[in-house]
């Protein structure tokens, strides 16, 4: 019986479901959403959370739990040397990069300098959640398959950051119905404004 226990387990171990929850939320904090498995994204979502409340809070005592709790790992370090053939490398992330300064590299194209996550996640996530007691995160279903094994992917995003309501690119069947009735509304409202003209 799993009395009192919390959280699933993932069909993994320990050791390797805690780096997994701690990769998959560092990629959050990174790019603002990650592609991955529902019972994943429902498995970090909890975590996250709770580190973001934690960075609201900040302080060097909150500082030194989400560095016991997340692997402290340069943010932004694949971005590319713009010295190098590579340069033209342009991955998505819904945070703005940051400047010259704040990203350095050495002669070989080598990253020497750039900012860590837990700064990131302090400075530039919890602030956009000052006033928000919650609910920082949310899970968004996607209609398709991982191709190995064709599980139900997702898109686990932060509140805020997203592109779109709509994640897929297409329009979903409930606001195309809710565009009709604002347009029969609309037309109703301008019959029923013309009707007294007319008499």
Known sequence: MRHRVFGKQLCLKEDHRRAMLRNLAAGLFEHGQI???IPKAKAVQPFVEKLI????????TMRREIEAR????????????????????NLHTLWELPSDKEIE????????????????LMTRVAPLYADRAGGYTRIVKLDKRRVGDQTDLCI????GKE???????????RRRTADK???????LRKKSADAPKAE
Request: cysteine-free; charged content about 30%.
């Open 35 to 37: 592609e991955t498995t």
């Open 53 to 60: 409340t934690m960075a609201k809070r900040s302080g060097l």
């Open 70 to 89: 997340i692997n402290d790992r340069a943010v932004f370090a694949w971005v590319a040397d713009p010295n190098t053939k590579d340069a033209k490398r």
């Open 105 to 120: 590299f050495n002669r070989y194209g080598e990253l020497r300098k750039a900012p860590r996550l837990v700064q990131h």
């Open 156 to 159: 686990l995003q932060l509140v």
């Open 163 to 173: 592109e779109g309501a709509q994640v897929s690119g297409r329009r979903s069947n």
């Open 181 to 187: 009735r604002t347009a029969y509304a609309a037309e």
